[in-house]
């Protein structure tokens, strides 16, 4: 968290910075974790002063805006970052100021909570080095159903797992993992080579249809709160979650099972077992807690 959904809203609400000029850039005080800085924090500092923004783009869950220059400043918020233009939560966790001109805002802020993002400022062939393909998947906002089915059906993986896989579609987290896997009726668990051309399909219509409704609602602020948009606003999407974080609680399509949580790749999976039906071979290997 933030996954596509919340990152796009950023970027959203980011639009009315194009034609914006960076005058100042400010490293704020902060006594916690130091978030990633590349390159080192002069030359970052020197490259982006006087830079015209000419647009607000994502590559996958990290916020993009390529400069005047041609190069790419990237934000990477990882679990509890936020890219503002407003006054953030607090002062405490302020991580970057970016002081603009010649536009509507006059001011870009980068907070962080746990100090687990980044902010990097690349050139257009490291941006396409490490942002391009193969690097980074086909982004999942816009994947075709013919890309999907050749990004995954090839692998003996869990479909929850291959999900995650920014490499094969980019965009996706544990969060959206789950609530896309109900709303196809398909098993977190289930290998991607076994999936017929009829699950195909219910998988990329469910991909697009949570995908676009989570961002309509400006994605997903959850009991931490901790997500906000580029206003310092919460997202609403978690009041129409489907499993996620609702272990126990009945399942809102069947209503004849509770949901249940599981784990697969150290991540917390939530599914209902008669929507979703684990393949009777992995049954006994699967660990439940309600």
Known sequence: MPELPEVETMRRGLVPLVGSTVHAVEKTKCRLKSIGFFPAWPTLRRRLLGQKIDE????????????????????????????????????????????????????????????????????????AERLGPPAL?????????????????????PLKVALLGQRWIAGIGNLYASEILHLARLSPFRSCNTLRQNDWSRLHAALGEVLEAAIRYEGSTLADGTYRNALNQNGSYQNHHRVYQKAGKSCPTCGRRKIQRAMQAQRSTFYCPACQPVPRALREKIKVSM
């Open 56 to 127: 607000v783009a994502r590559a996958g869950k990290r916020v993009t805006i390529r400069l005047s220059s041609g190069d790419h400043l990237i934000f990477e918020p990882r679990m509890t970052g936020l890219v503002l233009l407003t006054d953030p939560p607090d002062r405490a966790h302020l991580r970057l100021r970016i002081g603009l001109r010649h536009g509507e805002h006059r001011e870009l802020w980068f907070w962080d909570r746990r100090g687990l993002g980044s902010v990097s400022l690349l050139t257009s062939e490291q941006f």
């Open 137 to 157: 998947g086909p982004d999942a906002l816009g994947i075709s159903p013919r890309i999907l089915r050749e990004q995954l059906a090839g692998s003996s993986r």
